[in-house]
Nanobody
Framework: QVRLAESGGGVVQAGGSLRLSCVASGRSFDSLGMAWFRQAPGKEREFVAGLSWSADRTYYADSVKGRFSMSKDTAKDTVYLQMNNLKPEDTAVYYC???????????????WGQGTRVTVTS
Protein backbone atom coordinates (compact mmCIF):
# COMPACT_ATOMS: atom_id res chain seq x y z
CA GLN A 1 0.00 0.00 0.00
CA VAL A 2 1.39 3.36 -1.01
CA ARG A 3 1.79 5.95 1.71
CA LEU A 4 2.49 9.57 0.94
CA ALA A 5 3.82 12.31 3.21
CA GLU A 6 4.23 15.94 2.15
CA SER A 7 6.37 18.61 3.71
CA GLY A 8 7.80 22.01 2.89
CA GLY A 9 4.81 24.31 3.13
CA GLY A 10 4.95 27.65 4.88
CA VAL A 11 4.39 31.37 4.62
CA VAL A 12 6.24 33.32 1.94
CA GLN A 13 5.97 36.75 0.39
CA ALA A 14 4.83 37.20 -3.18
CA GLY A 15 7.73 36.61 -5.55
CA GLY A 16 9.35 34.14 -3.20
CA SER A 17 9.97 30.42 -3.54
CA LEU A 18 9.19 27.20 -1.73
CA ARG A 19 10.00 23.56 -2.40
CA LEU A 20 7.50 20.92 -1.42
CA SER A 21 8.51 17.30 -0.93
CA CYS A 22 6.44 14.14 -1.05
CA VAL A 23 7.97 10.93 0.23
CA ALA A 24 6.30 7.79 -1.06
CA SER A 25 6.67 4.39 0.57
CA GLY A 26 5.13 0.98 0.49
CA ARG A 27 5.56 -0.32 -3.06
CA SER A 28 7.38 0.03 -6.34
CA PHE A 29 6.61 3.23 -8.18
CA ASP A 30 7.68 2.30 -11.68
CA SER A 31 4.12 2.13 -12.93
CA LEU A 32 2.75 5.05 -11.01
CA GLY A 33 1.88 8.57 -11.85
CA MET A 34 2.48 11.16 -9.19
CA ALA A 35 0.80 14.53 -8.99
CA TRP A 36 0.42 17.67 -6.96
CA PHE A 37 -3.00 19.16 -6.39
CA ARG A 38 -4.03 22.17 -4.38
CA GLN A 39 -7.18 23.31 -2.71
CA ALA A 40 -7.88 26.87 -1.68
CA PRO A 41 -10.65 27.72 0.81
CA GLY A 42 -14.05 27.43 -0.80
CA LYS A 43 -12.65 26.01 -4.02
CA GLU A 44 -12.38 22.59 -5.57
CA ARG A 45 -9.16 20.65 -5.54
CA GLU A 46 -7.25 21.44 -8.70
CA PHE A 47 -4.42 19.80 -10.60
CA VAL A 48 -1.09 21.60 -10.38
CA ALA A 49 1.54 19.25 -11.80
CA GLY A 50 2.04 15.58 -12.62
CA LEU A 51 4.90 13.23 -13.32
CA SER A 52 4.96 9.85 -15.00
CA TRP A 53 7.40 7.93 -12.84
CA SER A 54 8.75 5.55 -15.47
CA ALA A 55 8.62 7.91 -18.47
CA ASP A 56 9.89 10.84 -16.43
CA ARG A 57 7.51 13.22 -18.18
CA THR A 58 5.96 16.17 -16.45
CA TYR A 59 2.71 18.03 -16.94
CA TYR A 60 1.61 21.39 -15.58
CA ALA A 61 -1.52 23.43 -15.17
CA ASP A 62 -1.46 26.58 -17.27
CA SER A 63 -1.59 28.71 -14.13
CA VAL A 64 1.80 27.45 -12.93
CA LYS A 65 3.71 26.83 -16.17
CA GLY A 66 7.05 28.58 -16.13
CA ARG A 67 6.93 29.05 -12.35
CA PHE A 68 6.59 25.56 -10.89
CA SER A 69 8.73 22.54 -11.60
CA MET A 70 8.10 18.93 -10.57
CA SER A 71 10.93 16.47 -10.25
CA LYS A 72 11.77 13.16 -8.64
CA ASP A 73 14.57 11.48 -6.75
CA THR A 74 14.24 7.81 -7.52
CA ALA A 75 16.70 6.73 -4.83
CA LYS A 76 14.64 8.50 -2.19
CA ASP A 77 11.19 7.68 -3.65
CA THR A 78 10.48 11.35 -3.40
CA VAL A 79 8.90 13.90 -5.68
CA TYR A 80 9.37 17.62 -5.37
CA LEU A 81 7.47 20.68 -6.40
CA GLN A 82 9.71 23.70 -6.78
CA MET A 83 7.55 26.81 -6.70
CA ASN A 84 9.07 30.09 -7.84
CA ASN A 85 7.63 33.57 -8.27
CA LEU A 86 4.79 32.68 -5.95
CA LYS A 87 1.60 34.72 -6.08
CA PRO A 88 -1.11 35.26 -3.48
CA GLU A 89 -3.46 33.17 -5.63
CA ASP A 90 -1.14 30.19 -5.09
CA THR A 91 -2.24 30.11 -1.46
CA ALA A 92 -3.76 26.69 -0.77
CA VAL A 93 -3.23 23.35 0.85
CA TYR A 94 -1.06 21.29 -1.48
CA TYR A 95 -1.58 17.56 -1.74
CA CYS A 96 0.55 14.82 -3.22
CA UNK A 97 -1.29 12.00 -4.96
CA UNK A 98 -0.43 8.74 -6.67
CA UNK A 99 -2.28 6.71 -9.25
CA UNK A 100 -1.85 4.45 -12.25
CA UNK A 101 -1.10 7.38 -14.55
CA UNK A 102 -1.10 11.14 -14.68
CA UNK A 103 -4.55 12.69 -14.81
CA UNK A 104 -5.92 16.14 -14.15
CA UNK A 105 -8.94 14.73 -12.33
CA UNK A 106 -8.51 14.18 -8.61
CA UNK A 107 -10.83 11.18 -8.69
CA UNK A 108 -8.34 9.21 -10.80
CA UNK A 109 -5.86 9.01 -7.91
CA UNK A 110 -6.17 6.43 -5.19
CA UNK A 111 -3.61 7.60 -2.64
CA TRP A 112 -3.27 11.01 -1.07
CA GLY A 113 -1.02 12.64 1.45
CA GLN A 114 -2.26 14.73 4.35
CA GLY A 115 -1.45 18.03 2.64
CA THR A 116 0.88 20.90 3.41
CA ARG A 117 -0.27 24.50 3.63
CA VAL A 118 1.24 27.24 1.49
CA THR A 119 0.41 30.87 2.23
CA VAL A 120 1.63 33.64 -0.05
CA THR A 121 1.35 37.16 1.31
CA SER A 122 1.17 40.27 -0.84
Amino acid sequence: QVRLAESGGGVVQAGGSLRLSCVASGRSFDSLGMAWFRQAPGKEREFVAGLSWSADRTYYADSVKGRFSMSKDTAKDTVYLQMNNLKPEDTAVYYCASGRGVWAQAGRYDRWGQGTRVTVTS
